[in-house]
């Protein structure tokens, strides 16, 4: 005889891969029954773990809304696939077991789903946090929060983490859920094919806690760089030809893979081919040296994660010697204004007025700067008292002064 439901058909369903996460997985459970929206059940699948992550997982209160199963390894995506699988809500949120939700989260995402009907999927913002789950000064709000943004990036770059990600089933299951064959990089292949399937709905309000541990997956940069390269083969099509011959969004594609990677070589030390793979990513995509978030990575590329653009580590002066290493730049001294102005506005945001008043200063100096204006702006503001310099941001904004972070302190999300 089937056995009932638990309860009754929730409003969202709330999936769990865990594998060797002993030390992670009953926090994270834990956030889930701690959100004020009570309505939900929650899908663990144990991967095939063999440490304490499945007794942990099971070892909760009695709570009929919770279900942990068990697969031999497979890996996150087959694990997302298998819950997804028997998920009964017609939302499916993903939460990884070293995440963690605050206890609004799951009523902002649902909420905002509900206000965009036409919407297949809803991104939240996610704030950094260390292995003991202490909030770490950088937070991401992806894209900017512009759904806009989103679309037209995506096909280049994933600025989407699956735990602040909510997706209508449906949708989910006509794409045929995650393809399991990616190590990495699976939940980005995941929201390229939901493009098709109609707008993605941004909620900023609703912060992710995203903890950055040495055994994440994202820490393994040959692993994640071999998943973007065949992401790209997937939906960009096969290399032929020199680079300068490929269509454009492949190129973008790979440069912004390339620069990724390169960014987490210095990360960890590995300067010669960090500044390798810098130089190939402009070569492959020249234009990259123009786009917003270029020259605030490379300031704070020697930052842990979690810590960058913040005055933790940071030395401006090396980030300046990493860039002259790469020249010639495309775009001559306008780029290199570019950087300086760059730097200057993360030296402010850290903190460091006198860093920031040099950099802006070089800045507005040379030739072919766009908003030269903006620069003297930002030297002036260097010299302020920091409470005058905050009071006259609020007023120009209409709100508190202080970046959106998008990367490591880019100020094209504010």
Request: aromatic share 6%.
């Amino acid at each position: 005889m089937p056995q009932p439901d638990p309860i009754p058909e929730p409003t969202v369903s709330v999936v769990m891969p865990a594998y060797q996460s002993e030390r992670f997985v009953r926090a994270a459970i834990e956030s889930v029954r701690s959100q004020s929206l009570e309505d939900w059940e929650l899908i663990v699948v144990d991967d095939g773990s063999t440490d304490g992550t499945l007794p942990i997982a099971r070892s909760g209160p009695d709570d009929p809304r919770v279900r942990v199963l068990q697969q031999a390894h497979g890996g996150a995506s087959s694990a997302r696939n298998h819950a997804i699988s028997i998920a009964r809500a017609r939302l499916v949120a993903f939460l990884d077991a070293d995440d963690l939700w605050p206890e609004h989260y799951l009523a902002l995402m649902t909420s905002a789903l509900r206000a965009a009907p036409e919407a297949v999927l809803a991104f939240g913002s996610w704030q950094y946090v260390d292995e003991r789950a202490t909030l770490l000064p950088q937070s991401v709000v992806p894209f900017g929060a512009d759904a806009r943004r989103a679309r037209e990036e995506l096909p280049r770059r994933n600025a989407l983490v699956p735990s602040a990600v909510v997706v209508r089933t449906a949708a989910l299951r006509r794409v045929g859920g995650f393809d399991a064959t990616f190590e990495a990089c699976g939940d980005w292949d995941l929201w390229l094919r939901l493009l098709p399937e109609g707008p993605f709905a941004p909620q900023p309000g609703a912060t992710t806690l995203y903890r950055t541990h040495p055994g994440s997956i994202t820490e393994d940069v040959d692993g994640v760089e071999r998943g973007r390269l065949r992401l790209i083969e997937k939906h960009h099509g096969p290399a032929s030809g020199p680079p300068a011959t490929w269509p454009l969004p492949r190129r973008q594609a790979v440069g912004q893979a390339l620069f990724a990677v390169a960014l987490a070589r210095l990360r960890q030390g590995d300067p010669a081919t960090g500044k390798s793979e810098l130089a190939e990513a402009i070569t492959v995509w020249p234009e990259i040296v123009e786009e917003d978030e270029f020259f605030f990575e490379l300031a704070c590329a020697n930052q842990p994660r979690g810590l960058r653009g913040s005055a933790y580590g940071l030395d401006l002066d090396e980030a300046a010697q990493l860039v002259r290493s790469l020249e010639p730049l495309p775009g001559g001294a306008a780029t290199r204004a570019r950087a300086a102005f760059a730097f200057a506005w993360v030296a402010l945001s850290a903190g460091d007025r006198e860093t920031a008043r040099r950099f802006a200063l070089e800045a507005r100096g040379l030739p072919g700067l766009r908003g030269k204006s903006s620069a003297l702006a930002l030297a002036a503001r260097a010299t302020m008292p920091t409470r005058l310099a905050r009071r006259i941001e609020g007023r120009r904004h209409g709100r508190p002064a202080g970046l959106k972070e998008d990367g490591c302190g880019s100020p094209s999300s504010s």
